[in-house]
């Protein structure tokens, strides 16, 4: 009798811290209102995770996190901040940081977008301020020894989509976008000036929409700096609007006018830097431009973004009345 009285004791004692095991573990807690970050450092024990949780509000004691803990032993934990704004269990919390759902804010830079561009993105996410962006891409330490004639990060900032995290800097998001630009780069195995062609691509970039079209714009920039044409490209306009604080939305006389050495309407030869951050396909018109004897291009009437390239002013003048009927009906 009294083993039988010893074996239901030890039964209900089991029983007992199970139920217990299990409402430290997995009973959903949230002590905390709005959202709640917790930034765990690289080597931070489990007793030092568990109480920074409980600190926070997001676990209720340090006691459920460390049961979890030893009910999952292999499970590892990951240094990085974590965004809670939810009631979670214990046990969801440690498969969280298990499995490293770390918080990041994603940045998307599309093929084209010059710095100023960036900067508006950037500031949407709440991160730094496009001043300070602005500011850390006018240090060309990353890529002087590149383009020793950089005047900014523009045309190294690679396109791409890149996370964030709330303490990521500006000057961090800049040298991950450099380090991307010299791996391209690099793989494009040129011996060619990295400032000319990342220029002259910066100008493809802006002009082409149609990828076909990036060879043939390129030619024809190509073609007017063989004969000393000015290279009347209105993107340049907009760029040294953008540097002066003076851009509008649009393109005006005035704009057309502007004597600034990246307006190529008043100024013969290449920009004296990139206006954009061209992509792959853009970098290798560049490099190899199709061979044509266009010196003209306006764009089609059909709205599909393609132009039309003519050898003569003549043809040209035509594409263009063609694109003017378009537009007025």
Known sequence: MKFFRFLVFLLLLAFAGTATAWYLTSRPYQGFEGDRFVDIPKGTSTRGIAAMLRSEGVIQNEWGFLIARALSPGTKLQAGEYRFNKPASAQEVLSRIGQGDIFYLELVVPEGQNMFDIAKDVKKLHVFSDAAFLKAAHDVTAIRDLDPEARTLEGYLWPDTYRLARTTTPAQLCAS????????????????????????????????????????????????????????????????????????????????ENPNPYNTYKNSGLPPGPIANPGSSSLRAALEPADTKYLYFVAKPDGSGAHTFSEDLAAHAAATAEYRRAQIQ
């Open 177 to 256: 976008m450099t380090r991307k630009f010299r791996a391209k780069w690099s793989s494009l195995h040129s011996s060619a000036s990295v400032h000319k062609v990342v220029t002259l691509a910066s100008l493809i970039e802006r002009e082409a929409r149609v990828a076909a079209d990036r060879p043939l714009v390129s030619s024809v920039f190509r073609n007017r700096l063989n004969v000393g044409m000015k290279l009347d490209c209105d993107p340049t306009t907009v760029y040294a609007a953008l540097l002066e604080g003076t851009y509008r939305g649009k393109i005006y006389r005035s704009d057309l």
